[in-house]
């Protein structure tokens, strides 16, 4: 297969002008990312989610900047066509402009990374300001914000009622407004996605929020079955691939056990005046 060219901002917005729908991923390592690019996909998050999928944590709130900044670089390697998006963790954008600019920055010069992505709504508007302004791309990220989750009240729907719903709607404006070259929903009514999606003059992408958006973005270990404890309900299964690691290393267990593994061609022989000699050696000391 021939090497894509590289995908730029203009790019998406092209894709968005003329109705082609943007596909958008998350994954977290080079060997993923090697996959991704194969199938063509425009844009790449690696998302904080490494701390639940890659890490084990429960939530996303653990996660630092060098984790980022390992898992970014490798996705890097593995995709370096698409349009990677690093996610800023708890605490590296919110205490200050400053700080926010200052670790967008680390992730472009040391993951090679096309823009970054932090969530919050006006309240992070002039983080975002701050970050554009300085000549970074910078997503915004609105409903469900996994880093303010408590606050939330838990792993939920967003914007249900009307008067939520009218927020995160000036709230995209006010990320927009701000600077923002795309912004992710994440869990907010199909509905409320499609108003936004009308207004707004930027790439708007859905995870969980229904079909009325520019792009689809969904989790590489929800797709495949690889997340252990629960497969949310706004993904959708595209291959078993959690199982069929499973089924091989049950299977290695169990011909191992048997002697069946390894075989001939699985090991590396020498030749026969070869350990001849080595006998000799090994005798004479």
């Known amino acids: 297969m021939a090497e894509r060219k590289k995908i730029t901002l203009p790019d998406l917005f092209k894709k968005m002008n003329d109705g082609v729908p943007i596909t958008m991923i998350t994954c977290y390592d080079y060997a993923m990312a090697y996959l991704v690019e194969k199938a063509g996909i425009d844009m790449v998050l690696t998302g904080d989610s490494l701390g639940m999928t890659m890490l084990g944590y429960e939530g996303t ?16 390697r593995g995709s370096p066509p698409s349009w990677l998006i690093g996610d800023m963790p708890y605490m590296s954008y919110q205490p200050s402009d400053e700080t926010a600019v200052r670790n967008a920055g680390r992730f472009m010069a040391e993951t090679g990374c096309d823009s970054v992505k932090l969530e919050g709504g006006r309240q992070m508007a002039s983080r975002v300001k701050a970050i554009a302004d300085a000549g970074i791309p910078v997503m915004g990220h609105l409903g469900l914000t996994p880093q303010s989750v408590s606050a939330l009240g838990g792993f939920k729907v967003q914007g249900k009622g009307a008067e939520q719903a009218a927020r995160i709607v000036e709230d995209a404006k006010i990320l927009e407004e701000a600077g923002a070259f795309s912004i992710l929903f994440e869990m907010i009514p199909d509905r409320v996605q499609k108003l936004i999606t009308e207004r ?21 270990h929800d797709m495949f079955g690889l997340y252990p404890r629960f497969t949310p309900k706004m993904a959708k299964v595209f291959g078993k691939a959690g199982e069929v690691i499973l089924d091989g290393l049950k299977q290695y267990v169990a011909e191992v056990q048997e002697h069946q593994f390894p075989q001939p061609e699985n090991w590396f022989g020498i030749k026969d005046d070869q350990l001849a000699e080595l006998e000799k050696l090994v005798a004479s000391e």
């Open 61 to 76: 709130l653990p996660v630092t900047m060098d984790d980022m900044m390992r898992h970014t670089a490798a996705v890097r």
């Open 200 to 220: 707004a003059h930027i790439p708007i992408i859905s995870l969980g929020s229904g079909p009325h958006a520019h792009g689809q973005l969904l989790i590489f």
